[in-house]
């Protein structure tokens, strides 16, 4: 006699959920994905601008050659779906670029970063706009999403609560978009890492990273002035955008701009275990604040693992 196989809720349709997701409905389990916001991709999610999307959360992803999220990327260059961005990045301090850097190849997607995260969510059961409040006991769970989101949700006496993250060990990031009449910056610049400056850490060319050559700028603000305006995120855009011009010299004004507030964006120092799994309770916890280091890459690893040894029955 075969087991019953129990549903099980995944919590979270960010990438690490639909990785956790897609492993166990491999292995043949039955599987849910719900999540609160209004689509699948959660920090690769973004806004359309000028009836375009632009990426808010994660700027760019990479992926180590042999490593099964390679596998996974290898099959959305194929589709068409991601594309390889660029190696290459300014270097900059607050008055301007003064050197590039060349890293591993960083991947962006034309339709933006959410679509890969809704391709992992093709042939799957997902409810969106779904507030999800309280793990049940007897309803096997897995949480992926940032620890102090799954501390909410995580029964006080659960022994899994002390090794979650209050919160208090993730920065936050405001992501400002600023979309220009024309292009004003260097064709090269592809993005920028700024150093020392107070304000900001990050310019991204959104229309070079997407390869439509849009006019539209990407600044994530540094997690300290994230910090001091996450009451009232709109007042950090004089701040970042000022520190962007200074930087990249700019003397027109963007004619559009957004901004969002990230409040857990990415956490300092991961844990090093790749997730959490109470076997016992049959309770998980996943993503990018396990496995060492945060990233897309990291996320989808730790999803993917949990969702290859969460129990069935
Ligand atoms: C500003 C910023 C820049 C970044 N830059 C990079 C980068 O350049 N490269 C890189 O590799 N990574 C980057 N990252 C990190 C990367 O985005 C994350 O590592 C990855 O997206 C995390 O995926 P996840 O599935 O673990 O979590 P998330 O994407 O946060 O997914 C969690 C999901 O859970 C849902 N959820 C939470 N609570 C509930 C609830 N109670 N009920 C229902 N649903 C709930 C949320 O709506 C969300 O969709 C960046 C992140 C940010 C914010």
Same mark, same amino acid.
């Given at each position: 006699?075969?087991?019953?196989?129990?549903?099980?809720?995944?919590?979270?349709?960010?990438?690490?959920?639909?990785?956790?997701?897609?492993?166990?409905?491999?292995?043949?389990?039955?599987?849910?994905?719900?999540?609160?916001?209004?689509?699948?991709?959660?920090?690769?999610?973004?806004?359309?601008?000028?009836?375009?999307?632009?990426? @808010?959360?994660?700027?760019?992803? =990479?992926?180590?050659?042999?490593?099964?999220?390679?596998?996974?990327?290898?099959?959305?260059?194929?589709?068409? @779906?991601?594309?390889?961005?660029?190696?290459?990045?300014?270097?900059?301090?607050?008055?301007?670029?003064?050197?590039? =850097?060349?890293?591993?190849?960083?991947?962006?997607?034309?339709?933006?970063?959410?679509?890969?995260? /809704?391709?992992?969510?093709? &042939?799957?059961?997902?409810?969106?706009?779904? %507030?999800?409040?309280?793990?049940?006991?007897?309803?096997?769970?897995?949480?992926?999403?940032?620890?102090?989101?799954?501390?909410?949700?995580? &029964?006080?006496?659960?022994?899994? !609560?002390?090794?979650?993250?209050?919160?208090?060990?993730?920065?936050?990031?405001?992501?400002? %978009?600023?979309?220009?009449?024309?292009? %004003?910056?260097?064709?090269?610049?592809?993005?920028?890492?700024?150093?020392?400056?107070?304000?900001?850490?990050?310019?991204?060319? &959104?229309?070079?990273?997407?390869?439509?050559?849009?006019?539209?700028?990407? /600044?994530?603000?540094?997690?300290?002035?994230?910090?001091?305006?996450?009451?009232?995120?709109?007042?950090?855009?004089?701040?970042?955008?000022?520190?962007?011009?200074?930087?990249?010299?700019?003397?027109?004004?963007?004619?559009?701009?957004?901004?969002?507030?990230?409040?857990?964006?990415?956490?300092?120092?991961?844990?090093?275990?790749?997730?959490?799994?109470?076997?016992?309770?049959?309770?998980?916890?996943?993503?990018?604040?396990?496995?060492?280091?945060?990233?897309?890459?990291?996320?989808?690893?730790?999803?993917?693992?949990?969702?290859?040894?969460?129990? !069935?029955?």
């Amino acid at each position: 006699m075969s087991a019953v196989h129990q549903s099980i809720t995944v919590v979270g349709a960010g990438i690490s959920g639909l990785a956790a997701a897609r492993a166990i409905a491999a292995r043949g389990g039955s599987v849910t994905v719900v999540d609160r916001g209004r689509a699948p991709g959660g920090r690769m999610s973004g806004r359309r601008l000028a009836g375009r999307p632009v990426d @808010l959360g994660a700027s760019y992803f =990479t992926a180590e050659f042999g490593t099964p999220f390679r596998a996974v990327v290898d099959d959305w260059l194929t589709r068409g @779906l991601a594309r390889e961005w660029t190696d290459t990045f300014a270097v900059a301090t607050p008055d301007g670029i003064v050197d590039s =850097t060349t890293g591993p190849m960083r991947h962006g997607a034309a339709a933006g970063l959410r679509s890969l995260v /809704v391709d992992l969510a093709r &042939d799957l059961e997902v409810r969106q706009k779904v %507030a999800f409040e309280r793990v049940d006991p007897e309803v096997p769970t897995v949480l992926a999403m940032p620890d102090p989101q799954a501390r909410r949700l995580v &029964d006080e006496s659960s022994p899994s !609560l002390d090794r979650l993250d209050d919160g208090s060990g993730w920065d936050p990031t405001i992501a400002i %978009a600023l979309r220009f009449e024309e292009r %004003a910056w260097p064709a090269d610049l592809h993005g920028a890492f700024v150093n020392d400056s107070p304000d900001i850490g990050f310019i991204a060319d &959104d229309g070079d990273r997407r390869g439509d050559a849009a006019p539209v700028l990407v /600044v994530h603000s540094s997690p300290e002035t994230a910090r001091a305006h996450l009451d009232d995120p709109s007042a950090a855009l004089p701040l970042v955008w000022e520190a962007t011009r200074r930087v990249l010299g700019l003397s027109v004004e963007p004619i559009e701009t957004h901004v969002h507030r990230w409040t857990f964006a990415k956490p300092r120092d991961p844990h090093d275990d790749p997730y959490l799994l109470d076997a016992g309770l049959r309770l998980g916890v996943c993503g990018d604040g396990w496995g060492g280091r945060s990233s897309v890459g990291a996320a989808w690893a730790s999803g993917h693992s949990l969702g290859e040894a969460f129990p !069935l029955s």
